[in-house]
């Protein structure tokens, strides 16, 4: 038994499922396209890296910068088997590791400098007690020795010819 069907029901059939496969085409296509490649979260992640880098935290913050490295070469890993979705996620981890890494470089430095500043006054500190130490005039009690307090002359007459000093007294020249 044959069944024959009028032209215009197998031309609507065939209509729908060419409609059909066509939408499942463009639908298939723009998921595809719908991830652009994050050049731009590469370019930062690349730029907080070298600033990482500059800052100086291969000695101050190693392992974060390391951390920030790793994540940027798996992100460059992800653009070229052109997996957009994980290189942006992991170049924003690479650009936020490099951050921290970079912040923790300055500190670094810094406190570096505060140690150097720090040692260098303690040398100064004990410069000057060593160049008072033969002074007649006597350190007060309650000058500490980070302190640089030294009383006034009340004497302003010359000393004595012979080179000898005298003690001055603090009564005000009586």
Known sequence: MVHILPSNALSRGRRLI?????????????????????DGAMNQALAQLQAARDAGAADYAPVDLDYAQSKFRQAQAAMASRKYEDAALLADESRADSELARAKARLGAVRAQ??????????????????????TVPIPNNVQESETVLPEPIDNTPPPAGGETQPLNDQGGQ
């Open 18 to 38: 060419g409609l059909a496969s066509l939408a499942l085409a463009i639908a298939t296509l723009a998921g595809c396209a719908s991830v652009p490649p994050p």
């Open 114 to 135: 505060n140690a150097a500043k720090s040692k260098e006054n303690a040398s100064m500190r004990v410069e000057m007690i060593d160049n008072h130490a033969n002074d």
